[in-house]
């Protein structure tokens, strides 16, 4: 069995900061790549950020410059570091994992940016 634990998700007012982190727990072989994905209520869920084998990151435009991805590979640790949030950010953010086998969900963390 595999888990992925998120964490670090509130409220923050705009401007503000959070840290998101995600363990995996349980049998993996091979990763290829972990990332954030986050949906709104009534969106369709998009991809927020990824990090591939090699260490190589992607983005969604609207976040880029703000946040930043990275990994422990040795914990299977995916990490998401949010600066500069702004409203538009709120959202519940899962966390993602890709093996060889199966593609891992985490059950989410809500991010609330509001003042």
């Known amino acids: 069995q595999v888990q992925l634990v998120e964490s670090g998700g509130g409220l923050v007012q705009p401007g503000g900061s959070l840290r998101l982190s995600c363990a995996a727990s349980?049998?993996?072989?091979?990763?290829?790549?972990m990332g954030w994905y986050r949906q709104a209520p009534g969106k369709q869920r998009e991809l927020v950020a990824r990090i591939i084998l090699g260490g190589t990151t992607n983005y969604a435009d609207s976040v880029k410059g703000r946040f930043t991805i990275s990994r422990d590979s040795a914990k299977n640790t995916v990490y998401l570091q949010m600066s500069s949030l702004k409203p538009e950010d709120t959202a519940v953010y899962y966390c993602?994992?890709?093996?060889?086998?199966?593609?891992?969900w985490g059950q989410g963390t809500q991010v609330t940016v509001s003042s």
């Open positions: 349980g049998s993996i072989r091979s990763i290829n790549a």
């Open positions: 993602n994992l890709l093996t060889v086998s199966y593609d891992y």
